[in-house]
DNA sequence: ATAAATAACACAATCGGTTGCAATTTTAGA
DNA sequence: TCTAAAATTGCAACCGATTGTGTTATTTAT
């Protein structure tokens, strides 16, 4: 039951009669060891099933292949992509992945933040917690110059780059979509805007009523925390009011089918009743009937894009990027919930 | 630009007039410090923005309190739910989650398990890439006695735990289901049976078909990657038949879902034509119209209960357990795809 | 045949933290 | 005031791998 001890480069080099510092080079490929030492290092390696430890070796090489992974959720459509995106690009390269969700919690982020920071990962990739206001809790990255990319929900800060989608652009789309299929009674569920998400698809949402000369009304903005329990929570309060809406803006799309659903229960015709467009193309928005309206865009390549840069950055000291911001492409996808003027 | 340097025990010690060997156990409360000399040792140590080296520490004591997870893909819902799971147990215990994914390809599988072993995690979690049919790639880990936990995907093995549901039984149950219902000609579409996930569902299929004289037909069996693509390609083949099932049994919900679709696209009745029973309760059975019965088991919870054996395994030198398999409960959730019968 | 160049390998320090045991200081008791 | 016991702290080795520099063979050139 005991476990077997620790196979070393030293029990290859005492079985060898050879030195550690040639095992070492041997297995690293070093040109000045010669060719049949090396024949004979790597065979004993395989057999008494050497493996490398990346501990003595981060330890004395000051890096560690590892990059850090802090989001909301793991257990969601969108950021699980952005992980698999990750993944796929850091295994291509060698690096490993050391994974830890803030559970929305701003004091969660910041103790996973410590947890990165002692394994000296070598860089961060970081989607905020939703009620994170301040990065103070980065600063020992930042002042080790250790990068730290955040995606999707980010904060500007000068040492660090963000990797998002023109979330204003998207909602300004998405709002005048429904507006130009005559929609003028446009609610919009989303979370709270201290996160640029938010606040930008408020700002996009708000433009494209004002563009249309139709007045904002602040009791058509609602927040919630987006899932889909609370869209059907939604649905119960829009139903109670004296004038329904004529079209529902929500910035996530399981919480709009959530409310898509609660309402269809209740009678109500969607689109003719009340049009909807969602956000982000979660697989249920073909699902759903009507098929809902959304903004597309990838978070697999968001997560590839993000890895990438980041991989960048580490393997080549000399890679002094001024990139702050990179914007990726988004679409809308439109279907048949918010389609009052019959299909194209 | 220049990284700062790395704030170790030394600096502390320097700085105090004190030993690293009192720096280090200040930090750990050991009891033979003063309360004076700790003080002085926080104190500095926050000043300082120390933070202890998670490698220092591991090579030095053996253990690094980071377990690794390899998973067939990571952007599925159940996948994403288990992981959030064991991330949730593990953060508890000052666990860190080494992450990788196999893209269900036994090679990937096999050098994602040798990063870990490099890696030293103290545990490995893992469900099996779906041509996986040996265990050997984990010799090493079985070797140095490091526990090696499998779910969901699992394959016995004497030193290791397994962690699933009967999934016979609720195959047989949603199948009984199905025929109680009235169906007759009842398909199977599932994933290549090297699984015992896909092995065990078949043999209760077969199972419910048998005790109640219902031939088993082998073309009634399609074998796919159970992504909803795959459901939609095998709407096409159903509506070729000259005679259609009344019933189909898929092994996952996405893929039900996609042949759900194409098949209503075509004019086919759900339930009334064809009933549909899925597999995992994934949130997008409460979406498709009409909504889909299923086969409930909660990824989290397996996420959870894998995670806490784990620790348990590892925090505990004396934890000798002869556990060799944990089933978890599932249980058949009925809804109108499968009601031909008029709801109860 | 001899000096100079090259190839092949080894020494020893280092990365940051931990720990058994010895050494020192403080406190208490007589 | 002196000594034994208790409380603190330090020394030095260790975890496993890497690397600048030095050393010893082996070639090559002259």
């Known amino acids: 039951m005991a476990n077997e001890r620790e196979v070393t480069i030293y029990d290859i080099a005492r079985e ?4 550690a510092t040639t095992v070492s080079r041997g297995l690293q490929d ?3 060891i010669s060719k049949k030492t090396k024949k004979k290092i790597f065979e004993l390696a395989e057999q008494l099933g050497y493996r490398s430890n990346h501990f003595a070796r981060s330890l004395r090489n000051q890096k560690t292949n590892t990059f850090g992974i802090i989001v909301p959720r793991l257990n969601s459509h969108f950021m699980s992509s952005v992980i698999a995106g990750i993944e796929n690009a850091a295994n291509e390269h060698g690096f490993s992945l050391l994974i830890a969700q803030s559970s929305e919690s701003s004091v969660k982020e910041a103790s996973s933040v410590r947890t990165m920071f002692d394994s000296r990962v070598d860089g961060l990739l970081v989607s905020l917690a939703v009620d994170t206001t301040e990065l103070n809790h980065f600063e020992h990255f930042f002042k080790k110059n250790i990068p730290v990319i955040f995606f999707d929900r980010v904060m500007p800060h000068e040492n660090s ?4 989608i023109d979330n204003r652009q998207a909602a300004y789309n998405a709002t005048r979509h429904l507006i130009e299929q005559g929609c003028r009674r446009i609610m919009h569920i989303t979370a709270p805007t201290l ?4 606040k930008d698809r408020l700002k996009g949402y708000k433009e494209a009523l004002g563009e249309h000369k139709i007045k904002f009304r602040e009791d058509y903005v609602v927040i919630t925390n ?4 609370a869209g ?3 649905a119960k309060s829009i139903l109670k009011m004296k004038t329904l809406p004529d079209g529902v803006f929500v910035s996530n799309d399981s919480c709009a089918v959530g409310c898509m659903l609660a309402l269809k229960e209740q009678g109500i015709r969607i689109p003719e009743d ?3 467009a969602g956000f982000n193309n979660d697989p249920v928005t073909q699902v759903i009937e009507p098929h809902l309206t959304t903004i597309n865009y990838s978070g697999y390549e968001m997560g590839q894009v993000a890895a990438r840069h980041l991989i960048n950055h580490v393997k080549d000291v000399s890679f002094v990027s001024s990139t702050n911001t990179i914007i990726l492409r988004s679409e809308l996808i439109v279907r048949a919930s918010s389609l009052k003027k019959g299909r194209k």
């Open 16 to 19: 060898l009669n050879i030195s």
């Open 30 to 32: 070093h040109p000045t």
């Open 161 to 164: 780059v963000n990797i998002l």
């Open 195 to 198: 996160q640029n998400v938010y």
């Open 226 to 229: 987006l899932s889909q329990e």
């Open 232 to 234: 059907a929570e939604v």
């Open 274 to 276: 009340i049009a909807f």
